[in-house]
């Protein structure tokens, strides 16, 4: 694609240079991407700033650079003469029109379903694709893998850079996917990564405490995530949990009608009534367009929401009663949600991805509502991250569970020891079933041994992950893994 083709349409600043007829033969953020006649758009990210990998650029013999202008006149930077510098208000506005532009706008000829909310994303994506298998093959992309069909690739980040994001758009019509569910993060909102996609629905789940290290405060994570909906609008009904305060303030802010969905009389998609077990959810259907008995095989409270907000994109999307009801029994959560590690032991193990004060609290509520026996708990909470709901998490931990393990998340560049101190510090009783097991595989296995029939034991916080980030070393680890290998050690009979 020529160069003036590509920047049709963006502002450019006086003293930025014209942009001409030369080809360009691909666009990149990341300077260790680059080839020969690539453009370079430098982006300021949290802790890198891609100005300074301008000389880089250089050298990898780009064809041309888009800056910030008010940085790149600040630091000063030299480029040779023959390399043209286009000069922008900020680049993160534009890198997204730019990569989706080079990839031939693919979003505009994909359904696009952008998920987003503190909670629920990643199984809502998973649930949206099964759902909506009668109307065409759909992918999946965020914090587990980015799926079409039978091709899997693990997710590098829950919402990926602009020129990712475009690439996997561009390969997934390649792969002649209809549709993709798709999570969104705050950060990638406020990072504008999804400038240039056009959606076609927007779903909103929840907001609760998490990320605050990043947002400050409750209301500036809020209008982080109402971005989704007020700076991009929708072809179909955004979905909207009725439920949750902030998606009520939501449904006043957007400008066309929402479709909401909850267990509230007046939710468009609700549930009248659930019954809860260790083998599924039994829910009242109710629908614009009809009412239904329903079983779902998926646990909890949290994923009859998950499976309301995904029948609401559906119906919207005009999947029928008889279609719908038929793609229930293949529903099934993704990995590290709620999954049940079946080694034949005589007690129940469930790994989860609950890191944040909410979702633990929901996890934990539903297997105390369904345990005969011991509820055991074993979790931690990530390091260089909002230290606040630390307490918050170790209060919960501690009014629910019988056993309460406290152990390593990811600690980063923090004492793991300290981090444990301030969950212990939230025990609002005395709890006496409690230990500190700063090493994470022998927190699991510790629990393993304390479990009895009819024991249930929970170990959140990593769900999906295979390492663990202690300094500047990612380690491999895996909670499914080690739960297998400490129950093969004790003898059971595996059974997956």
């Known amino acids: 694609m020529r160069l003036r083709e590509l920047c049709a349409g963006i502002h450019l600043h006086v003293g930025s240079a014209e942009p001409d007829e030369r080809e360009i033969d691909g666009v990149a953020a990341d300077s260790r991407q680059l080839e020969k006649n690539w453009l370079f758009v430098a982006v300021q990210g949290a802790k890198l700033d891609g100005h300074d990998f301008i000389p880089d650029a250089v050298r990898s013999d780009v ?35 730019l990569a989706s532009r080079w990839y031939g706008d693919p979003s505009q000829n994909l359904h696009v379903i952008g998920v987003t909310g503190t909670n629920g994303k990643t199984t809502i994506t998973n649930l949206i694709s099964t759902l909506l298998e009668p109307k065409g093959p759909c992918a ?11 091709f899997a690739k693990p997710a590098e980040m829950t919402t990926p850079d602009p020129c990712k994001l475009q690439e996997y758009f561009h390969d997934m019509l390649a792969k002649k996917a209809a ?11 406020v990072q504008e990564r999804v400038r240039g996609v056009h959606f076609r629905s927007a779903v909103f789940t929840n907001l609760t405490q998490d990320h605050l290290d990043y947002h400050g405060d409750m209301e500036s994570y809020f209008r982080a995530k109402a971005k989704l909906f007020s700076d991009f609008p929708s072809t179909k009904p955004p979905v909207i949990n009725m439920d949750d305060a902030y998606g009520r ?10 479709t909401t969905y909850g ?3 007046d939710a468009a998609v609700r549930a009248e009534s659930a019954k809860y077990s260790l083998e ?62 079946d080694c034949g032991q005589p007690f129940s193990v469930f790994v989860d991805y609950a890191h944040s004060p909410d979702a633990v609290e929901r996890i934990l509520r539903f297997l105390r509502s369904v345990t005969s026996g011991r509820l055991i708990t074993i ?12 307490p918050h ?36 009783r005395g709890i006496e079933n409690c230990a500190e097991i700063i090493d994470r595989k022998e927190a699991i296995a510790h629990a393993l041994s304390l479990a009895r029939q009819n024991d249930v034991v929970a170990i959140l916080g990593k769900g999906h992950e295979e390492v663990q980030i202690i300094g500047d070393r990612r380690i491999p680890f895996s909670d499914q893994n080690t739960v297998r290998e400490v129950l093969k050690e004790r003898s059971f009979v595996l059974n997956r």
């Open 393 to 428: 998490m170790g209060s919960i931990a501690a009014e629910y569970a019988d056993v309460v393990i406290v152990t390593s998340d990811n600690p980063r560049s923090e004492d793991p020891s300290v981090i444990i101190q301030e969950i212990k510090s939230g025990f609002k």
């Open 280 to 341: 599924g959810s039994l829910i009242k259907l109710k629908t614009p367009h009809f009412d239904a008995d329903v079983l779902l095989p998926l646990l909890g409270g949290h994923n009859v929401y998950n499976f309301l907000a995904a029948a609401a994109v559906a119906l919207n999307e005009g999947v029928s009663r008889d279609e719908l009801l038929n793609q229930i029994s293949k529903l099934k959560p993704p990995r590290g949600r709620l999954e049940r590690m």
């Open 179 to 189: 549709y993709c569910a798709m999570e969104i993060s705050s950060h990638a909102l």
């Open 249 to 258: 303030r939501l449904i006043d802010l957007v400008k066309q009608p929402a």
């Open 140 to 150: 999946v992309l965020g914090t587990v893998e980015y799926r079409i069909d039978d």
């Open 63 to 97: 064809s041309t650079i888009v800056a910030s202008v008010t940085v790149f006149q600040t630091k000063h930077i030299k480029v040779p003469p023959h390399i043209p510098v286009l000069l922008v208000d900020d680049t993160h506005t534009v890198i997204g029109r």
């Open 263 to 265: 267990f509230r009389s």
């Open 379 to 390: 979790f931690g909470c990530g390091g260089d991250r909002d230290r606040t709901k630390r």
